[in-house]
């Protein structure tokens, strides 16, 4: 973990997202923010440094160790922010349909049309997120 990455530069690119792309129009409230100095752990193992973030119930989690730079942070919450927008219901009855089949939580994470949908959201707006706060997110 980068000395730079921290719960500051976290909640400005929360905050960038939030003007940004708005509320979700599947909940009234903006996301919570949990933020963990640690890797975070998948059941699905395809990461071998660790989770970089999730979506679950309202609330994004950050694990900072598992994140190697500051554009890869804004790429993380964007990311997650997407998983936000999108109907977590709709997430969960995919998921279910395909591991109904026999497939693994790893095969249906590879791909989950949110999934996909929010790494091309992620690749498209990451970089224009860490360009915009660039100055911000390095200010001492």
Known sequence: MKKTLNRDCILLILDWCCNKFKKSKHRNVYPKLRVYKTSGMSIT???DCGVRGTYCG??????LKSI?????????IIHEYKHYLLSEKE???IQTKYLKTG?????VTDIHPHEKKANNFEDKWGVI???ELRNKLYKK
Do not use: A, R
């Not at 309202?58 to 694990?63: K, Q, S």
């Not at 190697?68 to 942070?73: C, K, P, R």
């Not at 497939?103 to 095969?107: A, F, G, L, R, V």
């Open 68 to 76: 190697d730079s500051v554009l890869q942070l804004c790429q993380t």
């Open 91 to 93: 997430y969960e009855k």
């Open 58 to 63: 309202g609330t994004i989690t950050i694990y």
């Open 103 to 107: 497939m693994t939580i790893s095969e």
């Open 129 to 131: 997120c860490f360009n």
């Open 45 to 47: 193992g395809f990461n």
